[in-house]
């Protein structure tokens, strides 16, 4: 079974502090990854995308892909109390047309 | 401009009862998916339409039901509701085959 895996949390990180988020995927196949944040009773807000190896950049976010090693991350710099929230991580296999979800790592930032 | 619209947005029903989730997007969109969220988890996806008559099966299609007659609309059809159904469900659309626009949901309990 194809899976993406991410510590549940809660990650907590004092408010200005680098939040780093972890995941990780079985299917070798995937071709493309996305974080999504998704606060509490909303749907989820697609935030970036990664299709290379290594760093792509946009804003106070950074998200970063090896493949050999099959992890993502995102990295989310000042960090503020608004980023808290649960981020999904999901990975996309072009032959499969298929998204398959993390269960999500709940980010608190404290003020 | 709506995006994507879920109708409605809570609903009890009883065990055996069948309901219709009505999801309808006006960006022209191809894609379209059913997503079931869990509390706590991430999303599993249900069923998904590359468009206009034509659907697949995703990891969770059990006791569940769908049809695309129409690129705007994508009912999901619960047919004998039973209570591991309760839960979150999610429509979303693309434009390139990875979700980026979600509905706000539809809280469905049944008991």
Redesign the interface.
Known sequence: QKE?E?N?GPLSVPEGAIASLNCTYSDRGSQ?F?WYRQYSG?????IM?IYSNGDKEDGRFTAQLNKASQYVSLLIRDSQPSDSATY?C?A?N?AG????????TRLMVKP | NAGVTQTPKFRILKIGQSMTLQCTQDMNHNYM?W?RQDP??????IY?S?GAGIT?K??VPNGYNVSRSTTEDFPLRLELAAPSQTSVY?CASSED????H????TRLSIL
């Open positions: 993406v991410q549940s493309s996305f909303k749907s989820p807000e697609l995308f999904l999901a996309f072009n047309n298929m998204l398959t979800f993390g269960g999500g | 998916y997503y706590g988890m991430g999303l599993k996806l998904y590359v697949d995703g990891e999610f085959g990875r979700p980026q979600f509905g706000d949901g």
